[in-house]
């Protein structure tokens, strides 16, 4: 990117010279994450989940490869080589099904908390559009890793999580049930689903990966935003991204991590559903199939949909759900404001904390069963999450009337910390 | 500019970095440490160490038979052996062995009729004929291998043919009419 | 007129699906007072279990391992005639304190032996366990299917609480409340038993613990229904994680690490930014 105070690497270390002259990869380090990436001085905390997602990204790897050494990928030896094997007889392998399962959920959360950094600060808006739209495919992208990874183990909420999930694609008109039975390489959830959801939830990982290193190259560009939403005007706004964000992220990381040991070691079934301690049976359905809680928000909206209009409801549920998702690759020509942070938007502030609210309703309803209660709820809450991004932002990026901007980073600082 | 200053050299920079120093030596003790149970997950798990030591009925093998069973899933030759195959095996000069050993150091003490050895020839690990009934001795009357015609004596002992090393001892325990492996 | 109707088509899509869903909220809104959902049997009916306070409880919760040996006892004399164990391997008894002979005399004896595929016959023929084995599967013949209790209190919420107020809770009969509104529940169906901790009311499996001293505990404990339940209950929460114990051990060393590796981090952060203003 432009930051033309940014510092150069000029390395002392004579190996570091010899490896640098002739493969670049220090100097890509250094101006990536080291000194040599100038950062806006006044991030705050809300800043560090990138790099946790990082983490959890390089986590979930590492016992993923360890765990796949051990798993039996058929319909009649998965749920034995987790359950007896892997929990019982590999060494420490308790320790790696846990951390495994439960760091797909600490992912998420951290995910979550991301993307809402991102609305409230407008961190999508130019020019960091295509970082945004990155960062769609890659929770697209983690979804579909996280529903195939939930299935290796071959519980009930596994195989019936994967029945109607994979039914979704029946709901398409002409081709539905054709794709389905395609998808699932058979009739129903068995070998052939398994062992290709196997392939491809050790594949995509890496292909997250690369979609990770897309994302922070584009992010490279212009720079890391800031809190204020005013651009880094000169050298006196930023600090070098070593040893500042070195050492503020790695305190985010340990922080993160005693949240995941405590999860891990001290309530790891806390998050996950008994049902999927009883292997799975195809001709017996649970009571209530729900999928694991970062996807609740997601199956509220689906289910929200109870009424046939033209198209029939499940159509109308899936395209809903789709496109609860696909509607954030518009976000950054849905709302024009010209003003990035929410902190000066006193009208979108409103309206995203009404959205955090309003996607933490969802998420509980999609936990409950359909009960009259909570289908009125999730109906109510998913009108208003598409009325947020589909007609309230776009109207507030109109009408609204911004608090006056600081000058520059330096100046907000200088406020806020007396000179 | 008073934040430029403010991004100047510390005043004291040994007394700044000592606390950087020690948060990462201790992180990266830290990452040492969770290597172990990874690297060590890849070890034998409890189900194949519970399979790592096999029990032999021996009160079933007569003098002159073998068995042929399994030991850590590779076959295990169990052979009850005459006196005259003793005797046979004692016979043989020892410096004329391509793997010098005696009966004796082959078997247990007091028990030198037990042999019990891998069923893998040394060469390139095919299963030699001479355990089951019926089966070719070969021109020792050990055991032949029929892959390249390496041939053992009764003592399991190498003599002709390409294989290296004597049939392999693992080791056992004999316990009244019952052989612990491994 | 395309670059208004470009403009236009969030409000198309975010107003399509609203009037869906307006229309879909009418409906269910309708149906909630039309219609109001009546209350089920086992809405009605079923209990949440019992609190059960076992040793192993909590983060710092050990194993009892004279209950667990009981709770073992009271498996293998009450419930392995219909239930499986199939994910517990005999070896992993030693957990309980049982010696390797001990051990290897407990698999010699059990009733169920290992299946093994005679190659020359083509039949299945039956051999005796080892320490190495499996607990052999049951196959029931009757009514239901009585679960492998493996995994049992991991399977269901509040797991171990369930199984023990399951098995103490077949004396408590639906309320004369309950029977007004549900007349059907004052006879049980034919080789059923009611029991309000079941989730569908009516469970196949008779009450296997039906008077005090039907297992012989060797450590003097006195064998009641009540603590037959218990000790069950708690051997199961160890079938279901024998490695419970370490993990929590690992558990509180890992977080005794990390909470000083955060304080070491935070005061390189905090030297780290000494002086700079953010």
Redesign the interface.
């Known amino acids: 990117m432009s930051f033309p105070w940014a510092k150069h690497y000029e390395p002392k270390n004579p190996v570091m010279q010899w490896v640098d002259s002739r493969l670049p990869l220090p100097r890509f380090v250094y101006n990536a994450v080291g000194a040599g990436y100038p950062v806006p001085r006044n991030l705050n905390y809300w800043w560090n989940f990138g790099v946790l997602a990082g983490v959890a990204l390089v986590c979930q790897l590492i016992t993923g490869i360890v765990l796949a050494m051990h798993f039996h990928s058929s319909a009649a030896g998965a749920f034995d080589s987790v359950n007896v094997g892997i929990m019982r007889d590999v060494n420490a392998g308790w320790f790696l099904r846990f951390a495994h399962a439960n760091g797909a959920s600490m992912f998420f959360v951290v995910i979550y908390i991301h993307m809402f950094r991102g609305l409230y600060y407008g961190s999508y808006k130019a020019p960091r559009e295509m970082v945004w739209l990155l960062g769609v495919v890659i929770f697209l992208l983690l979804m579909a890793t996280a529903f195939m990874g939930y299935v290796l183990p071959w519980g009930q909420m596994s195989f019936w999580g994967a029945q109607v999930i994979t039914g979704f694609f029946s709901a398409i008109p002409v081709v539905g049930d054709w794709v389905r039975v395609w998808l699932l390489g058979g009739y129903a959830p068995d070998d052939a689903a398994l062992n290709r959801f196997f392939s491809l939830h050790y594949l995509l990982p890496f292909v997250i990966a690369g979609a990770v290193i897309l994302h922070i190259w584009a992010l490279h560009i212009p720079g890391s935003s800031n809190p204020t939403g005013v651009e880094v005007k000169g050298e006196q706004d930023t600090v070098p991204f070593h040893p500042y964000y070195t050492a503020k992220d790695g305190l985010g990381v340990v922080v993160f991590l005693i949240l995941f040991s405590v999860l891990i070691f001290f309530a790891p079934d806390y998050l996950g559903h008994p049902d999927n301690y009883i292997p799975a049976n195809p001709l017996s359905t649970p009571a209530h199939i729900v999928p694991e809680w970062y996807f609740w928000p997601f199956y509220a909206i689906l289910r929200a949909f109870t009424a046939d209009f033209i198209l029939p409801a499940k159509l109308w549920g899936v395209l809903a759900m789709f496109g609860s998702i696909l509607l954030l690759f518009f976000l950054p020509w849905l709302d024009k404001s010209p003003v990035r942070s929410g902190s000066y938007r006193p009208m979108y502030k409103v309206a995203f904390w009404v959205l955090v609210a309003d996607v933490l309703v969802l998420g509980y309803c999609g936990g409950s069963p359909a009960e009259p209660l909570y289908v009125i709820l999730s109906q109510i809450a998913a009108a208003y999450y598409f009325a947020h991004f589909l007609i309230i932002v776009p109207i507030i990026s109109h009408l609204e009337t911004p608090k006056p901007l600081p000058g520059s980073i330096t100046e907000a600082v200088l406020a806020k910390t007396g000179a | 500019?008073?934040?430029?200053a403010?991004?100047a050299g510390?005043e004291n920079p040994r007394r700044?970095?000592y606390?950087?120093y020690?948060?990462?030596s201790?992180?990266a003790v830290?990452a040492g440490?969770v290597v172990f149970?990874?690297v060590?997950?890849?070890?034998p798990?409890?189900?194949?160490l519970?399979?790592s030591s096999t029990e032999v009925d021996l009160s079933k093998i007569e003098p002159g038979q073998a068995i042929k069973t399994s030991f850590r899933k590779q076959p295990l030759f169990v052979r009850n052996l005459t006196p005259k195959e003793i005797a046979e095996a004692d016979a043989v000069p020892v410096s004329a062995l391509r793997d010098p050993q005696t009966l004796e150091q082959r078997t247990a003490k007091g028990h030198t009729n037990w042999l019990i050895t891998l069923g893998v020839c040394t060469h390139l690990g095919c299963v030699p004929l001479g355990a089951g009934e019926g089966e070719n001795r070969g021109p020792f009357g050990g055991y032949f291998c029929p892959c390249h015609g390496s041939a053992y004596d009764t003592a399991g002992r190498i003599r002709q043919g390409p294989a290296p090393k004597n049939l392999e001892v693992p080791k056992y325990n004999i316990n009244g009419a019952i052989a612990v492996v491994g | 007129m395309t670059s208004l109707f470009i403009k236009s088509i969030k409000f198309l899509v975010g107003g399509g699906f609203i009037l869906v869903l307006l229309i879909a909220l009418a409906g269910s809104v309708w149906g909630v007072i039309n219609e109001p959902a009546a209350e089920t049997a086992e809405h009605a009916m079923h209990k949440h279990p019992k609190e059960l306070k076992l040793a192993s409880d909590g983060p710092l919760g050990k194993f009892d391992l004279r209950q667990l040996q009981r709770g073992f006892l009271v498996y293998k004399e009450v419930c392995a005639a219909c239930h499986s164990l199939n994910l517990v391997s005999f070896r992993n008894l030693k957990d309980l304190g049982y010696t390797d002979p001990e051990v290897k005399k407990i698999a010699k004896d059990w009733a169920v032996k290992q299946p093994v595929f005679d190659e020359k016959g083509g039949t299945w023929g039956e051999r005796d366990n080892v320490p190495s084995d499996r607990f052999p599967k049951v196959y029931y013949p009757g009514t239901g299917t009585p679960p492998d209790l493996s995994l049992i209190t991991k399977a269901r919420h509040d797991g171990a609480a369930y199984v023990h107020s399951l098995l103490t809770g077949y004396n408590e009969k639906p309320s004369a409340e309950a029977l007004k509104h549900f007349p059907e529940f004052a006879k049980t169906p034919d080789g059923m038993h009611f029991n309000p901790y079941f989730a569908n009311l009516n469970i196949a499996m008779p009450p296997p613990l039906t008077q005090d001293g039907q297992v012989q505990y060797s450590d003097g404990t006195r064998a009641t229904v009540d603590q037959m339940s218990t000790d069950v209950a708690a051997f199961l929460v160890w079938t279901a994680e024998p490695t419970l114990q370490t993990r929590r051990t690992a558990g509180w060393a890992v977080l005794a690490f990390l909470i000083v590796l955060g304080f070491l981090t935070y005061g390189a952060y905090r030297s780290v930014w000494a002086g700079v203003k953010h």
Do not use: E, F, T, Y
Request: hydrophobic fraction near 55%.
């Open positions: 500019m008073a934040i430029k403010d991004l510390p700044r970095d606390l950087q020690a948060a990462v201790v992180a830290g440490v149970p990874l060590n997950s890849m070890n798990s409890a189900d194949v519970a399979q």
